[in-house]
């Protein structure tokens, strides 16, 4: 899978500064280590929120990068690296950033109640909060620690509502964790979740069980492989489909999906 866009197909992904031994200089226009939590002089204070309120430890991998982003009028940094696919920013992602962000307005997204579905480093669920959503991040554990880390570097003291990262195993103990009568949300947000692996069924009875009546499901997805597509035809059997837009540059398609009732 390809880690990202060029720069030239995600405008709101900044350069990044030169790496040394010692790490990499932040882009020209990012924000400094203390326009990222709080006012100028807090960045301490910052960091010692981080860790009071971090539940999950970042996975130990041999590097990260801090990768700098634009959306909603904010910039974002993301700690990612190319040892999980669950730690990388994928096409799907920013083209979803960029329609929320377009479309915020008539989305609602004021307040809205919203699950995001495999969360990877967080960049969606960050962009939904800056645009005033009530968040739930999930994904698998090994993904938890780095996804709450940049949830709160990029969210604490900048957002109305702050996320919150819960485990979620594509369709196990669905009922038990995600109680029908207990969860309801506006919107399910999933993107890039689709290629080639082995639990495209569990994903969609996942989608399904979230989905209760007045849940907007929004998936972005980069078309990769003929699987993709067979998930398509399985998805829009499930829910009544509509395309939302197209990045041909990307091979990005965001869908909307309300599950049928019938």
């Known amino acids: 899978m390809d880690a990202c866009l060029s720069s030239e197909q995600r405008p709101q992904h900044l350069q990044e500064g ?31 929120s981080l860790h009071s309120l971090q539940q999950f430890v970042p996975t130990d991998y041999e590097s990260y990068t801090q990768e700098h982003y634009l959306f909603a009028g904010t910039k974002i940094v993301i700690q990612e690296s190319i040892e999980s696919y669950g730690a990388v920013v994928w096409p799907g992602a920013t083209a979803l950033c960029q329609y929320l962000e377009e479309h915020s307005e008539e989305l609602n997204l004021q307040d809205a109640k919203i699950l995001e579905i495999g969360a990877g480093p967080g960049l969606v669920s960050i962009v939904a909060s800056i645009l005033g959503a009530q968040v739930t991040a999930t994904d698998l554990p090994d993904v938890l620690g780095n996804l709450q880390y940049n949830l709160l570097k990029n969210t604490l003291k900048r957002t109305a509502h702050l996320p919150e990262v819960r485990e979620l195993v594509w369709g196990e103990s669905l009922e038990q964790r995600f109680p029908r009568s207990s969860f309801h949300y506006d919107y399910i947000l999933a993107s890039d979740v689709v290629y080639h692996h082995y639990f495209l069924d569990k994903l969609l009875a996942t989608m399904a069980h979230l989905c209760q009546p007045g849940t907007v499901l929004l998936w972005a997805n980069k078309f990769r492989f003929s699987t993709d597509y067979e998930f398509l035809d399985k998805f829009k059997q499930v829910f009544d489909t509509t395309l939302l837009a197209e990045f041909p540059e990307a091979s990005v398609k965001i869908f909307q999906g309300i599950l049928k009732w019938d």
């Open 18 to 48: 030169p790496c040394t031994p010692d790490g990499c200089s932040a882009p020209e226009g990012a924000p400094r280590e203390e326009d990222t939590g709080g006012p100028p002089g807090g960045s301490n204070k910052i960091e010692a």
